[in-house]
């Protein structure tokens, strides 16, 4: 403090001085530059060490996630393309159980292997069959039937290999694929189908030849998935897993990586295989024996997250980097005043004890204050660790929910393609219990009439009668399947009119006091957004019959600025929406979900309020532009 004192010259002659002179560095500038410096080092310092926990505890966390989330996202792809693998092949099976389901060709070689026909009476005979056969799907490039000894009785389109119809022609009453091969130019495979008699007999096979391009295109579509991605399907071969053609020359080699996937997925396995610079995804396709892998190059995968984990990195450098400079400039005049009133103090200590003092007890005060600054800086850094806390909290439960929809996705498509298979079920069934009766019995009362002819009366009046009759009710019943499957008042009344012929049946079949109101309705628009909410209408007047009691259902369809509104309500006793929604994510029930899964896919809004004992409302739109047709 002395030499403060020495150092300063006296301010009375420093105001004579008609010129002053730059005076050197003195022990007082230096001393202050020293300050400057170590203040500005310490709190520099605290700054960067604090930066760098919070920085390094919310980015290793934040990764860890945002690859999960990734590596879900490829395993969601690998799931997709196998159940479009799974849909080609069990299309190929139906397509091979249609060619061997035909009764005539099939008694004609059961006539054969008892030694009743010839060969060449049974080729003759069977050729223009299987030629018409072969035309029911463009996929069908060749077929050969086998005898039950397993020679071939004739062949049509591209012949099947002497090594491959030798490898499929074992007796076998079960559907087999032989290994991928390329015929004629196309990658084929070859389905060996048993033909059974009516008493469950093996009387041959039929080796149907598949052009398996769709299939290829199938895969096709998935290759470069994110940056350098590829998609592989696979099948057992011998110790090891082949991959499908994908052409006539040069048959692709697995990988390493996408053999060991592919191997474990023709097991049945199902995950995410880490190897090398690759991570692949695979899954089996159901009921095929069948591999698919999704293969996507490590950094083309996470350099995303990386280059926004950087991106956060020079955010927070930037704002460290403000914070130094404002700190700088703050310390700066700070140490030049503590130093001034340093010398001050010193000059002047005799003469100004009580000045001393005051000084003293703002010095306490600042103080207090500085440690009720550091005390709030505390409370504001432990409310910002709270804050971290709870938002590493909401993407934990963001995650959560993320998977949640991830798994309710794949039931719906599996309840999807379920229910896709139980409608075919229901009209084949309809078709051959109703349908198909009323036309044997047709069949009967033509002959029947056709007896009548030749005998002396000659009178058939009756049998035409009731022929007439059954026909009329086989037209009755395919409009009837028909209409089930595509309301024709849609596609040649519009919508409106569509509902409207909707409600007088549930009138005419129920006890419901229904009233419909529309309003600027185009006649038609849209075929796919008129098709869903004829559908949700259909869905929603099927759950009041059977669940709502309800015994007044009001229905509108407003069209407001090219946004088309649909809405359904009754009186009926209502239900608890949460446990609904719980119980439908449990079992095979779909009417709501499918409601709401309409309106996803075109787009649209859609709505559902009700309780128990309030009666049930659902609120459907959609936007339908400036389609207007008066």
Request: charged residues 25%; proline residues 4%.
């Amino acid at each position: 403090m002395r030499l403060l004192m020495e150092g300063a010259p006296p301010r009375a002659k420093a105001k004579t001085m008609s010129k002053p002179e730059p005076t050197p560095r003195t022990p007082d500038a230096r001393l202050s530059e020293r300050l400057k410096k170590r203040l500005f080092l310490y709190a520099s310092g605290a700054l960067l060490v604090l930066a760098l926990g919070v920085g390094l505890s919310v980015v290793a966390t934040l990764f860890g996630q945002l690859k999960q989330a990734e590596e879900a996202g490829l395993a969601h792809i690998a799931e997709t393309r196998g159940l479009a693998v799974g849909e080609w092949y069990r299309r190929a099976l139906d397509l091979a159980r249609q060619v061997t389901s035909r009764t005539r060709i099939r008694e004609e070689l059961a006539a054969y292997n008892a030694g009743e026909r010839s060969l060449e009476d049974l080729a003759a005979f069977t050729r223009p069959k299987l030629e018409d056969a072969m035309n029911l799907s463009g996929e069908v490039v060749g077929l050969t039937r086998l005898d039950a000894e397993g020679r071939p009785v004739t062949s049509v389109g591209t012949p099947v290999p002497s090594d491959l119809a030798e490898s499929l022609a074992e007796p076998s009453d079960a559907v087999r694929f032989s290994r991928p091969a390329v015929l004629d130019y196309t990658p084929c495979l070859v389905i060996a189908a048993p033909i059974l008699s009516r008493t469950g007999q093996r009387v041959g096979t039929d080796l149907v030849v598949m052009d398996i391009s769709r299939l290829l295109d199938i895969i096709e579509q998935g290759r470069n998935i994110r940056g350098a991605g590829t998609v592989g399907l696979g099948y057992a071969a011998g110790q090891g897993v082949a991959l499908f053609p994908d052409g006539p020359d040069n048959p692709p080699e697995p990988t390493l990586s996408q053999a060991e996937a592919l191997s474990l997925a023709v097991a049945g396995e199902t995950g995410i295989l880490l190897s090398g610079d690759e991570v692949t995804a695979y899954t089996p396709v159901s009921g095929s024996g069948w591999g698919l892998s999704v293969s996507v190059n490590e950094r083309e995968l996470y350099n995303p997250l990386r280059l926004r984990l950087i991106q956060l990195a020079l955010y927070s450098l930037l704002i460290y980097a403000v914070c130094l400079i404002g700190l700088w400039r703050l310390l700066r005049p700070l140490t030049g005043r503590l130093l001034l009133h340093a010398s001050e103090l010193e000059s002047e200590v005799d003469a100004k004890t009580a000045t001393l003092q005051s000084e003293l007890d703002a010095r306490l005060k600042a103080e207090r204050a500085l440690h009720l600054a550091h005390q709030e800086l505390e409370d504001r850094v432990r409310e910002r660790t709270g804050e971290l806390a709870r938002a590493n909290e909401e993407l934990r439960e963001i995650h959560t929910r993320l998977e949640g929809e991830h798994e309710q996705r794949k039931v719906l498509s599996r309840d999807l393609i379920n229910l896709l298979e139980e409608d075919r079920r229901e009209v084949a069934r309809e078709l051959h219990d109703h349908t198909g009766q009323l036309l044997t019995t047709l069949r009967l009362d033509l002959q029947a009439a056709l007896e009548s002819l030749g005998s002396p009366d000659g009178c058939c009046k009756s049998q035409l009668a009731s022929a007439a009759d059954k026909i009329t009710l086989v037209q009755r019943d395919i409009k009837s399947i028909s209409k089930g499957l595509r309301p024709d008042t849609l596609e040649y009344l519009g919508l409106a009119q569509a509902i409207e012929a909707l409600l007088d049946e549930y009138r005419a079949a129920t006890s419901l006091d229904i009233h419909f109101f529309h309003k600027s309705v185009p006649k038609r628009f849209d075929s796919q957004k008129e098709l869903a909410l004829y559908r949700i209408t259909q869905e929603a007047l099927t759950n009041t019959v059977k669940y709502a009691g309800a015994s007044r259902v009001h229905i509108s369809l407003i069209n407001r600025d090219g946004r088309l509104g649909l809405t359904i309500e009754d009186d009926g006793r209502g239900f608890d929406q949460a446990a609904v929604a719980e119980a439908a994510s449990r079992s095979s029930s779909l009417g709501l979900t499918l409601m709401k899964e309409r309106m996803v896919q075109l787009e649209g809004a859609f709505h559902i309020e009700s309780a128990p004992g309030r009666g049930t409302q659902i609120l459907a739109e959609l936007a339908i532009g400036d389609e207007h047709d008066a």
